[in-house]
């Protein structure tokens, strides 16, 4: 069912162990936003450093913006 072509991008994501749980959470964060953001998903397949690099910035600012509002 993987062969002729059906695979295009793989993406690994390693927590070493023993991370904190805020790692464990960044990394759960940006897997769901391969999974709901078909675009972030194809830059990450497709795009350059620079485009990839400009849509990590945004999730992640969306991540730690989502925990300011949790805390205050």
Same mark, same amino acid.
């Given at each position: 069912?993987?062969?002729?072509? #059906?695979?295009?991008? +793989?993406?690994?994501?390693?927590?070493?162990? =023993?991370? /904190?749980?805020?790692? *464990?959470?960044? @990394?759960?964060?940006?897997?769901?936003?391969? #999974?709901?953001?078909? +675009?972030?998903?194809?830059?990450?397949?497709? =795009?350059? /450093?620079?485009?990839? *690099?400009?849509? @990590?910035?945004?999730?992640?600012?969306?991540?730690?913006?989502?925990?300011?509002?949790?805390?205050?």
């Amino acid at each position: 069912p993987y062969g002729g072509g #059906a695979v295009q991008t +793989a993406l690994v994501m390693l927590v070493p162990a =023993g991370e /904190a749980e805020m790692e *464990r959470q960044l @990394l759960g964060h940006i897997a769901a936003q391969i #999974a709901d953001r078909p +675009a972030f998903a194809d830059i990450l397949a497709r =795009g350059d /450093a620079a485009g990839i *690099r400009r849509e @990590l910035e945004y999730v992640l600012e969306e991540h730690f913006r989502e925990h300011l509002e949790q805390l205050l």
